[in-house]
């Protein structure tokens, strides 16, 4: 290495040979098929970059590469492999990545390409290891090209354009319209190559007349036993004539059942070729296998029973041919291309054997009739195939098919296109059939042979033919027939010898006898023949068709096989006389004998027409001459190509050798028109090569010039309508009648002076002076004629250019074109203009100086006169033409043809563009623009402007103006297709080379004064040109986009420079551009290029400049006083700007433009030009600081707005809304809610779509001010003031309300809408509607369950998520039933990369910075705020259900911990809380199903604090499923089970015994002293789980069944033994032992119902949550049992508080025991039995107050509480006045009983207990009703179902229940204010409710009653209790009172 590197002299290119694998920096890594260029070497190593990214260079060894010729870099014209190899890796490389893409995707594209890449490896293979000749390498070449092409199409890859070699096209060499056409044809190409052969292109007219058709033909085996050799002879039939229409493909089969050539196995293949569309219409075709025997007379059959076999062989001289069988296929619909062909699919083709003296034309015969063909499993294995074109086509498109042996078996006659130098001499002699049974004694087996013969008796040898490309034969015999004397043989013969051999031979036809006996058959000779001769007598070949010949009887003993005396005699029956007059000795005519068989000639030497013949003959004497050309004329077409040379020869012969003779001159003028008419015909056209040959080498007439001229002009003029038709042919024939007056003439100036061309010129302008006459005649018959001048005129002047001065020639043309009228032949004189410019005439600087005008002014002539109804087309090839002729290097002098183009094309070109609107057309006026523009230089363009300046100035404003506007809308129209892009970049390049022209002209001409219209014009344009698709360099692959930037660079900043100096040379013009400009400067700016962006962002200042000076200038008082340009800076006085700067980023960044990199571009430099602005520094900073925010926004939203995720697209949706909320934009604003409404309507989403709706319905007014486009937003309607706007948007966001089933929601809105028409707009109907609908949500609310969402904390952690979602935390709202593994299975599809934590600890620095995703879940509880208007009220169930998981923004989630070292053995002492309370920005739901996190507060529960909570959870999951049970006797009583095994007899982590042994010891009060409270809370849940634990049991004996009753037992006795140990440590299982605080606890274990169709109440504490303290006392006795609640009060730390949800007060024992009357049934006889019962109404509501005043006569210092049930909403009752205080134990003998009689409660219409004792909030000892008590007509209409309570009895006396008291508020009265209540105090009040409790069957779950506080005695005196007096309650049955101890003192 330590060698110094040289320098590699020129362009030397390297290619990789193999992988060259390296991890150095400093190396390059090397893949095989790798192109590099080197630049630098050493002895060992190269140093270079690859030729497909430049930017990757290093070095690398020799040993891995192979050097490249140099020649191999250079373009060559078509013959270099290595080139085609570069071009074949450059496209595989760049075609892998497409090709994986469509893997994928599952397109089936990929097979395609797929092929398409195995084609270019099969030719590289080709290529890299055979040393080709140069012909195949440019075969290839063309094939490679094509495969590119076809498979860029596939992928929607660039049209790769190549020149005519197949190589790519040198567009900067190349012309413009060059460029275009190839692009034209390279489409077509692609287009039709996959184009195959269907029947209706078999049926469409004019359709394949000229194309070949080969059947091709596989024989994959022969099922038959035959037992003797055979032979298979394979012909197409006709299936109508049953003939074969082909030669035989004979294959020969021994009797072993296999082919007699091994060889030839599985190679058996045949093309039945020349078939042409005439043969594939025909009715039905066939495959026709006749299998031959070949053998004696009878078939040899072998015993393969017997132990030994003799074979007998017969001699080949004894060897019959015998008919065996058929086997037959009918092709037809192959034939047709109905079916496809798939070679390797084999098919069966039936045998049928033949019977006894059956002909084989016989056997396919009845086989055709045959139904079912018994083939009995024998029969030919084939496959077939139809392949367009002939054998030599076949060999390029399918070389696969033509590999190995295979015949050509060719159609029996001429194909319908005869191609030229196909020399044939064959003819064909088909055996039909013969009759000798009138001439023969008795039956013979015949056998016909076929010689050959010469006029002297010699057998011809090898000159028969019998099958296609078989050995040939000297003799033929045919096939035997077994005793028939009528044989039909249909065998086919092909005769194949020298032209001159067949004027002195014949055919001999010898009949035999063939024995069945070897040796008589030895002895037979012939008995008869038959001869034809194959010249007849006037020199004419056989005839083609059927011939009977003469039968003549042989002398056998003096016969000899030399003897031809027969010739003397007639051959054919039609030839013989009625006796035949001749005989010979050994011959006898046998009249009665019959013969016949048919000829069919295809002969290029021989001919069957006597006329034809007598011309080629015409110099023999007594020849009429003019007889011979008059029969001419009428010869068989098909007869007269074939002798085509001869022909001519005549011709001309009788022309120059008959010069004296005028008379032959019109004749001989006729053939050659015929012959002339004949060749441009389509079938023989391929005739016209041997013609054009013919005149060039063969043509010797050098006098025939002046008579053809002579001839021509005297057709010309023959125009009267009987003669039009010969002026017609000679229009017609012109191109070739010019080529021989050329030719003549030419052979005439070299052997004689050239001076005598006076008369040639002479004669040449009489003929176009006829020409012009003829061009002038109007009548109609003429018209063909006149257009067929035209059309071919132009082609004979190529041909006489030679020969003829130019000048002259020139303008005689030039007179032609003036004198022809246009109007009457419209396109037709432009085809010819345009065939002139196409020409070698125009190529000549002398023909063209006077050509060019007078083309240009005809156009333009044409184009003036009816721009509306003339077809362009035509004039724009003639100006393509002319702009592709002075593109070539070979055409002289053209400076002055340029300068005449741009005066003159260019304003053609520019109306013919405004008006026209064919695509097609379009594209080629473009590319003919761009030529103008590329053949402009700076002197030619400076000229043509200072023309129009010194014309008139509006002129060149007109001509500016338009051209930028006609360059804008070709720019942006996409004229080209997507895949011209060498087109599309070529014609930019000349655009962009005249706008700079432009600028210049612009800037000199129109800047003083000032035209506004022309520089908007320029901008506009130039904004377009940058911003086409076709120049977005960024989206193109890196070896297209190094390609285009090394031969153009990069256009747009080309053109952005250049739009920057326009706009810097405005000056105080810039006004007139802001703010429009900023939108398309700004789409300029966002194009990817960093200098082009550094060059252009500074505009954006300079218009805030602008604007702020003019608008400053604008305010400047007209006192003259100046005011302080700081003052004023920092306002933003920029309006304009900023807001049209607003609205385009949006649109723009969008549509897809912009990026990061321009976000800190823009901010770098126009926040560093406005803090070097005085002025501007505050307010102008502001602005770019507002516009980059926006900008990422915006980028983000365009990041996620594709996201399959909806989430996503929201978030960022609201992210850009509150933007322009934030900045007060509207519009802008609107747009975005729609589009949030949009995601939120497709998402179903129909109550977020509702809260997005009510932000714009904010943004209106209830008032009648007109409503602006801006305020509508995206809505569609007629609203003309905001009032209606806003109604129509409450409307709809009611019905999303109720699609999604929040009807709270709804209500809220409906009450607005509610005061606007009753008190606004005084719509009534609208109101009546509006309190149905009202109504209709209430029932709703009641009785539709609905599901609470459940809600979840998402922490999105680590730099790999979007910017706004980066290490925030969001809670979501779930979907309706979603739980928390389905939403982290929703989360974790919508971040499919995102890794879950397993742990809720709060995450490390290093994952938040981390680039990867990272995502924390779990459940949250929402917190339900404080809600005033909910506030100490009875709430029913179904209405909390709402508010507990809606409008909530608070939510609340624990994490466990230890803190300390963990003891084994009880974990208990160390498990800590961790609780989180978070809040979110904005309450759920919302706009969205989620929002960030904005606060979060976290603290800690002590492990007793998580005991006590742990106790609390568990008494009420128990209580639950009491209730449950109690209420369903058919709800699965395993889960109680389960719960009270564990409770009672715990078996894993000792139950609630490990909470007594750490925190209710000795040691731990000693040490914990502080938690005194807490402790004695702790004692105080024990004891109520124990009186749970109880009745659970109690529930469950009633429940169990008799197999479980031993688990049961167990269960009561652990549970004894818990109460008794239990009551030993803290005494009695009384109530009377409780506290007020220790009864609040119990209180707080309200279970949530679980029966949805009951509305319970009960009532919100205003304190919502804090603490609460009751003071009563509650006696229960049961048997032997009494719990007792004394001084009860509820407390709840701080910490608690905080994270508990409010708790619903509930009496524990009362709901336990209370079944829920909250059932819907109703009996029949409701109505009878409250009529019965409306009598003891009155009654009834004396007892309720006669209790009321009892209540409340005790000691006023004594608050009276009620313990209820609580209900599913968690909301603790306080009493702040009462505290722990002031209770007594002295007070424990006041108590309140409740007789039987007194009904505490009542029962609703629906079903529901309803409590008659309103509830009261203490205040300084005072009690004040929080409600009012409920009118009584109200509460009569409610209290129904009060009756079923006097039958309400339990039979079962073991189980105690406690009192349950319940009130129901009265939905109309929430807001009402209570009357005052007379103080008064009852001492006792008994209540006996076991009867009503136990009789009632509906759930106790759905019970709900109140805590009823005590009230003071002179509140109570006018209380009244109303009762239902339709409804009077049934008296209980009499029990022991329930006595209910009050303790309490205040």
């Known amino acids: 290495m330590g060698t110094d590197w040289v320098k590699v002299p020129g362009n030397t290119v390297v290619v990789a040979i193999v992988n060259y694998q390296t991890d150095s920096p400093e190396k390059l890594s090397l893949r095989l098929g790798d192109v590099v260029k080197v630049v630098e070497e050493q002895p060992d190593w190269y140093f270079g970059c690859l030729v497909r990214n430049r930017a990757v260079r290093g070095i690398f060894p020799k040993t891995y590469v192979k050097v490249l010729k140099n020649e191999a870099c250079k373009r060559d014209s078509g013959s270099s492999a290595d080139l085609i190899i570069q071009e074949i890796n450059d496209t595989l490389r760049e075609w892998l990545i497409h090709w994986k893409n469509k893997f994928v995707q599952c397109s089936p594209k990929f097979f395609q390409v797929r092929k398409s890449m195995f084609d270019l490896l099969t030719f590289r293979s080709c290529l890299v290891l055979s040393n080709l000749a140069s012909e195949d390498i440019k075969d290839i070449r063309l094939k490679v090209s094509d495969t590119i092409d076809h498979g860029n199409a596939i992928l929607e890859l660039d049209l790769v354009v190549r020149d005519n070699f197949g190589n790519p096209l040198d567009v900067q060499t190349a012309s413009v319209i060059e460029v275009f056409r190839q692009h034209e044809k390279a489409s077509q190409r692609i ?144 034939m047709k291309g109905s079916k496809s062909w798939d070679e390797d699919k084999h098919c069966f083709i039936p045998f049928i054997s033949c019977n006894e003296k059956e002909s084989l034309d016989a056997c396919l015969k009845r086989m055709l009739q045959m139904r079912d063909k018994d083939h009995k499993g024998q029969g030919l294995w084939c496959s077939f195939g139809l392949l367009q074109g002939n054998m030599n086509e076949i060999s390029e498109e399918h070389p696969s098919q033509v590999i190995g042996n295979y015949l050509v078996a060719r159609k029996i006659g001429f194909p319908e296109t005869i191609v030229p130098g196909d020399i044939r001499n064959d003819l064909y002699i088909n055996l039909v059939s013969a009759d000798f049974s009138r001439g023969l004694g008795n039956e013979r087996s015949i056998e016909v042979t076929i010689k050959v013969v010469d006029e002297n008796g010699k057998i011809l040898e090898n000159v028969l033919h019998v099958g296609c490309e078989q050995e040939p034969k000297s003799l033929y015999k045919s096939v035997v027939y077994y005793h028939d004397d009528k044989p039909k043989w249909i065998e086919i013969v092909k005769v194949v010898m020298p032209t001159e051999e067949f004027y002195n031979s014949h055919l001999r036809f010898t009949f035999r006898h063939r024995a069945s006996n070897e040796n008589k058959d030895k002895q037979d000779k012939p008995f008869a023949l038959s ?94 001459i003019a007889q011979v050309l008059e029969n001419f004329l009428s010869i068989d077409k098909n007869e007269v ?68 001229l002579r001839m021509m002009k005297v057709y010309s003029e023959k125009i009267s309508e009987m003669e039009c038709t010969a002026c017609l042919d000679t229009m017609k024939s012109l191109p070739y009648l010019f080529k021989f007056v050329a030719r003549s003439k030419t052979l005439y100036a070299a052997l004689n002076d ?73 396109t037709g004189k432009f085809d010819t203009l345009n065939r002139i410019t196409e020409g070698s005439l125009f190529r000549l600087p002398s023909a063209r100086s006077l050509l060019l005008p007078v083309i240009l002014q005809n156009i333009q002539s044409y184009l003036q006169k009816g721009m509306d109804k003339q077809e362009p087309a035509t004039c724009s090839k003639i100006m393509a033409n002319i702009m592709d002729v002075l593109h070539r290097d070979d055409i002289g002098d053209s400076s002055g043809d340029a300068a005449t183009i741009i005066r003159t094309m260019l304003p053609i070109v520019q109306k013919t563009l405004i008006w026209i609107n064919l695509k097609e057309q379009r594209g080629l006026l473009v590319a003919i623009l761009a030529s103008i523009f590329r053949a402009m230089d700076g002197v030619q363009y400076y000229e043509y402007i200072a023309s129009l300046v010194s014309a008139s100035r509006d002129g060149l404003l007109d001509f500016i103006a338009q051209i930028l506007c006609q360059f804008k809308d070709l720019v942006s129209l996409q004229v080209y297709p997507r895949d011209w892009s060498e087109m599309i970049l070529l014609v930019n390049s000349y655009f962009l080379k005249a706008i700079c022209l432009f600028s210049h002209t612009i800037r000199d001409h129109f800047a003083n004064p000032f035209v506004e219209q022309v520089w908007n014009n320029f901008f506009q344009c130039g904004i377009t040109f940058m911003t086409q698709e076709s120049l977005q360099l960024e989206s193109f692959s890196t070896n297209k986009r190094r390609k285009i930037t090394s031969r153009y660079k990069d256009m747009r900043q080309t053109m952005a420079f250049e739009v920057r100096a326009m706009w810097f040379n405005l000056g105080v013009n810039k006004s007139h551009f802001i703010p429009s400009m900023v939108g398309p400067f700004l789409e300029m700016t966002l194009i990817p290029g960093i200098e082009l962006r550094k060059k252009t962002i500074p505009i954006f200042f300079d218009m805030i400049q602008h604007e702020f000076y003019m608008t400053l200038e604008s305010q400047r008082p007209d006192s003259g006083v100046s005011i302080s340009v700081e003052t004023f800076g920092a306002k933003k006085y920029f309006p304009m700007v900023e807001n049209q700067m607003i609205q385009q980023l949006d649109t723009l960044i969008e549509g897809g433009r912009g990026d990061s990199h321009y976000k800190d571009l823009f901010f770098i430099i126009l926040a560093s030009l406005c803090e070097e602005h005085r002025s501007l520094k505050t307010c102008g900073v502001q602005f770019v600081q507002m516009a980059t925010k926006l900008i990422e926004r915006l980028l983000e939203y365009r990041t996620l707005i594709t996201d399959e995720h909806r989430d996503n697209r929201m978030s960022c949706t609201v992210n850009i809304l509150d933007f322009y909320r934030e900045i007060n934009k509207q519009e802008m604003y609107l747009r975005y809610l729609y589009k949030l409404y949009a995601l939120h309507i497709e998402c179903d989403n129909f109550g977020e779509a509702a809260y997005t709706l009510q932000l714009h319905a904010q943004l209106l007014d209830w008032s009648d001010d007109p409503v602006t486009d801006v305020l509508l937003g995206a809505k569609k309607g007629n609203w003309k003031t905001q009032r209606e706007f806003k109604e129509s948007l409450y409307l709809e966001m009611i019905e999303l309300f109720d699609k999604g089933r929040m009807w709270e929601g709804a209500l809220k809105f409906c009450k607005e809408l509610i005061h606007e028409y009753e008190e606004e707009v005084f719509h009534y109907d609208k109101l009546s509607k509006l309190l149905r ?163 979060t507060e976290v603290f800690e529960l002590s492990p007793l604090e998580t005991a006590i909570e742990t106790m609390e959870q568990a008494n009420s999951h128990l209580k639950e499923l009491i209730i449950a049970n109690r209420t369903d006797p058919f709800l699965n009583y395993n889960p109680l089970s389960m719960k009270l095994q564990g409770m009672i007899d715990a078996a894993v982590n000792g139950g609630t015994a490990k909470y007594e042994q750490i925190f209710l010891t000795e040691s731990h009060m000693k040490n914990h002293p502080e938690e005194r409270p807490l402790i004695s809370k702790l004692e105080q849940l024990l004891c109520a789980q124990t009186c749970l634990l109880e009745a659970g049991v109690e529930v469950h004996s009633m429940r169990v069944v008799d197999q479980m009753r031993s688990f049961h037992d167990h269960l009561e006795s652990k549970f004894k033994e818990l109460r008794r140990a239990r009551e030993e440590k803290y005494g ?61 009060s509820l407390t709840s730390t701080p910490k608690l508080e905080k994270a508990s949800r409010q708790s619903s007060t509930a009496s524990l024992l009362s709901m336990l025991s209370t079944p829920n009357f909250g059932t819907k049934r109703r009996d029949k006889d409701k109505k009878k039995k409250e009529r019965k019962e409306s009598v003891l109404a009155t009654a009834e509501k004396k007892k309720m107050r006669d209790s009321l005043r009892r209540l409340s006569m005790g000691s006023s210092s004594n608050p009276l509480s009620f313990l209820t049930p609580s209900s599913s909403f968690s909301s603790n009752l306080s009493i702040s006045t009462l505290t722990e205080a002031s209770l007594s134990e002295n007070d424990t003998s006041q108590s309140l009983t409740v007789t039987p009689g007194t009904p505490p ?63 129901m508020e009265s939905l109309n009265s929430y807001e009402d204010q209570p009357p005052p209540l007379p103080a008064k105090t009852s001492s006792s009040v008994s209540m006996d409710f076991e009867k009503i409790i136990e009789r009632s069957s509906t759930p106790i779950a759905s019970l709900k009653s109140r805590v009823l506080p005590a009230v003071p005695q002179d509140e109570l005196d006018n209380t009244m209790v109303e009762v239902d007096p339709d409804t009077p309650p049934t008296p209980p049955p009499k029990k022991p009172p329930l006595r209910i101890n009050m303790k309490a003192q205040i």
């Not at 004979?796 to 130019?806: A, F, N, S």
């Not at 409780?1634 to 919100?1660: M, P, Y």
């Open 754 to 826: 050239p001076s005598d061309d006076e008369d040639f010129e002479h004669l040449l302008e009489e003929l176009f002076e006829s020409f012009i006459t003829l061009g002038m005649e109007t009548e109609v018959h003429l018209l063909p004629s006149q257009c067929a001048m035209l059309r071919y005129l132009p082609e004979g002047l190529e041909d006489i250019l030679d020969v003829v001065d130019t000048r002259k020639l020139s303008n005689l043309v030039v007179k032609f074109i003036e004198k022809i009228p246009s109007e009457r032949f419209g």
């Open 641 to 708: 190509v074939r002798f085509l040379q001869d022909a001519l020869d005549s011709l001309f012969g009788i022309l120059m050798e008959c010069s004296n003779l005028d008379s032959f001159d019109s004749l001989v003028f006729q053939c050659l028109i015929f012959l002339v008419s004949l060749v441009r015909e389509p079938k023989y056209k391929q005739f016209m090569p041997i013609l054009d040959l013919y005149i060039r080498e063969n043509f010797s007439a050098t006098l025939a010039y002046g008579k053809i």
């Open 1628 to 1688: 009695s299982m009384s109530l009377d032992c409780f506290t007020e605080k220790q009864l609040g606890v119990l209180i707080r274990l309200g279970a949530r119902t679980t029966n949805h169709d009951v509305t319970s109440e009960c009532r919100t504490s205003s304190s919502s949550g804090h603490s609460m303290e009751t003071s009563s006392v509650l006696t229960v006795s049961s048997g032997k049992s009494q719990i007792s609640m004394s001084s009860l």
């Open 1333 to 1495: 609908r009202m109504a209709d949500f209430y029932d709703k609310i009641i009785s539709t369950l609905r599901p609470e969402a459940e809600y979840f904390r998402v922490a999105f952690y680590g730099r790999g998520f979007s910017a706004f979602q980066q290490n925030k935390v969001y809670v979501y709202r779930g979907n309706e039933y979603e739980k928390i593994q389905d939403f982290v299975g929703r989360i974790q599809t919508q971040f499919p990369n995102a890794e879950p934590m397993q742990k809720l600890t709060p995450p490390s620095a290093e994952i938040k910075e981390s680039p990867q995703q990272y995502l924390q879940i779990n459940k949250v509880d929402p917190v339900m705020e404080e809600k005033e208007r909910l506030s100490g009220k009875p709430i029913a169930e179904p209405i909390l259900r709402y508010y507990r998981s809606n409008d909530v923004s608070k939510f609340t989630f624990s994490r466990p911990f230890h803190r300390g070292v963990k003891d084994k053995e009880n974990e208990f002492a160390t498990l800590w809380l961790e609780r989180t309370v978070l809040a979110t920005t904005y309450p759920l739901p919302g706009i969205l199903r989620w929002f960030p996190v904005n606060q």
């Open 531 to 624: 001869y034809a001769r194959l010249i007849q007598k006037d020199g004419t070949t056989l005839k083609d068709g059927v011939h009977e010949l003469m039968v003549y009887r042989v002398d056998v003993k003096n016969y000899k096989e030399g003897d031809v005396s027969y010739l003397s005699l007639p051959s054919k029956r039609c030839e013989a006389t009625e006796s035949v007059s001749k005989q010979i000795s050994t011959l006898s005519y046998s009249p009665k004998d019959s013969f016949t068989v048919s000829s069919c000639l295809c002969s290029t030497k021989l001919t069957q027409n006597a006329e034809l013949l007598g011309l080629l003959r015409w110099r023999e004497p007594d020849t009429n």
């Open 191 to 334: 287009a039709t190559k996959d184009r195959k052969l269907s029947p209706d292109l078999l049926n469409a007219p004019n359709a394949l007349e000229k194309s070949n058709y080969t059947l091709f033909v596989a024989i994959r085996n022969f099922v038959c036993k035959v037992g003797e050799d055979a032979e298979l002879i394979i012909s197409v039939y006709d299936g109508l004539l049953l003939q074969p229409i082909t030669e035989s493909y004979y294959v020969t089969w021994d009797k072993k059942g296999l082919a007699t050539d091994l060889e030839m196995l599985g190679n058996m293949k045949a093309f039945f070729t020349d078939f042409g569309s005439t043969d594939l219409r025909r009715e039905r075709l066939l495959l026709v296998c006749n299998v031959v025997r070949l053998g004696g007379m009878e078939a040899r059959e072998n015993d393969n029973r017997k132990s030994y076999h003799i074979s007998r062989k017969v001699s080949p001289e004894s060897q019959m041919r015998r008919p065996f069988g058929v086997a037959m296929y009918d092709i037809t619909q192959i």
């Open 1801 to 1863: 409660i009542e029962l609703s219409q629906e079903g529901r207990f309803v409590s008659y004792i309103e509830e009261y909030t203490p205040s300084n000892n005072n009690l004040t009703c929080t409600r009012p008590l409920r009118p009584e007509s109200i509460r009569e209409r409610r209290n129904s179902g009060i009756r079923r309570l006097s039958n309400a009895s339990q039979t079962s006396s073991s189980v105690t229940t406690p009192i349950q008291q319940r009130s």
